[in-house]
């Protein structure tokens, strides 16, 4: 009996775990689409673009994706790594 009571509450925190990974990558995904349509918009280019300058300046600076998305959608300027990307 007091196993399975362990398992169960193994299951449940496995669930709980999962889920929170889960809204983390839904909130990652928001914040990048906005951040996409940001860039689009301030430069002239199309989604796809903006992506791959998003995504490589990322890369190319070990930063990680979602904050330099953040950073894209709080600034009021294009973060530089993302800029010389675009102007290339």
């Not at 330099?68 to 009021?76: F, K």
Request: hydrophobic share 45%; net charge negative; aromatic share 2%.
């Amino acid at each position: 009996m007091a196993e399975l009571e362990r398992e169960e509450q193994e299951d449940t925190e496995d669930l709980r775990q999962r889920v929170a990974q889960l809204e983390l990558a839904l909130e990652s995904r928001v914040v990048i689409e906005q951040a996409k349509g940001m860039l689009a918009a301030r430069h002239h280019v199309d989604l796809q673009t903006a992506f791959n300058a998003l995504r490589f300046a990322a890369r190319s600076n070990h930063l990680i994706l979602r904050e330099l998305a953040l950073r894209v959608i709080s600034e009021p300027n294009t973060p530089a790594e993302i800029v010389s990307e675009l102007s290339d």
